[in-house]
């Protein structure tokens, strides 16, 4: 169980300025880091290969990443606002971690993290 999460500043602004480029579609990201048994660090972000990118939904084809075992989890946008992830989220799993950005993508209060099982999970940022 993940029990520690940061991610560097940078990345943050990433994931924002990202949701805000394809708002009101939503935008779709993997999650770069280094992992140990209980913490993950989230170094940057990837656009994943043949992202697909509409009104309330976005996706990309699993079967087209190659072997990165750096890749930590999913990062999506919620241009609706809600902060939680739906059901079709959860079975579309990626990763050990799922974020959701909502809109309005204007700070980190804008951005949530969630294990497996949709539990939100804590994280902090460092430069």
Do not use: C, Q, W
Request: no cysteine; aromatic share 10%.
């Amino acid at each position: 169980m993940v029990r520690k999460i940061t991610f560097k500043a940078s990345v943050v602004d990433s994931l924002l300025s990202y949701a805000k480029t394809f708002h009101p579609n939503e935008g779709i990201l993997l999650l770069r880091g280094k992992m140990s048994e209980d913490e993950i660090l989230v170094k940057e972000t990837v656009i994943p290969p043949l992202a697909t990118h509409g009104k309330g939904f976005s996706s990309f084809p699993f079967h087209m990443l190659p072997l990165d075992l750096s890749i930590v989890g999913v990062a999506h946008s919620h241009p609706s606002g809600v902060l939680k992830p739906s059901l079709g989220d959860l079975n579309n799993f990626y990763g050990r971690i799922m974020v959701i950005m909502a809109y309005p993508y204007n700070s980190e209060r804008d951005i949530a993290v969630f294990d497996r099982e949709g539990n939100v999970v804590k994280y902090s940022i460092i430069p």
